[in-house]
């Protein structure tokens, strides 16, 4: 069984940073595409990073690039994303997902998520 597990979100002022953290288990992860998604109050599910387990091949929303940064511990199956300059508009649940497939944006093509960790950003 996978299983994703976000934690590091909180509550940080405008211009301040996060990281956070998802603890991938149940299988290897060497194939997979890994990714971050966000959902705000009353909005839809969106796409901000992801990443090839292998190669560490990268795609950031237009809204993150160059703030936010994934990477991975192949080691440890991890995947993290530095979170720096945030903004209110930022707050969101922060979702980590993987998926087989090529790396993509689509919230659908992603079989497995985690619970979502809270990252809140005060002005």
């Known amino acids: 069984q996978v299983q994703l597990v976000e934690s590091g979100g909180g509550l940080v002022q405008a211009g301040g940073s996060l990281r956070l953290s998802c603890a991938a288990s149940?299988?290897?992860?060497?194939?997979?595409?890994m990714a971050w998604f966000r959902q705000a109050p009353g909005k839809e599910r969106e796409f901000v990073a992801a990443?090839?387990?292998?190669?560490?091949?990268?795609s950031y929303a237009d809204s993150v690039k160059g703030r936010f940064t994934i990477s991975r511990d192949n080691a440890q199956n991890m995947v993290y994303l530095q979170m720096n300059s945030l903004k209110p508009e930022d707050t969101a649940v922060y979702y980590c997902?993987?998926?087989?497939?090529?790396?993509?944006?689509?919230?659908?093509?992603?079989?497995?998520w985690g619970q979502g960790t809270q990252v809140t950003v005060s002005s």
């Open positions: 990443i090839r387990w292998s190669g560490g091949r990268t």
């Open positions: 997902a993987a998926t087989k497939t090529s790396l993509t944006t689509n919230l659908r093509s992603y079989d497995y």
């Open positions: 149940g299988r290897t992860f060497s194939s997979y595409v």
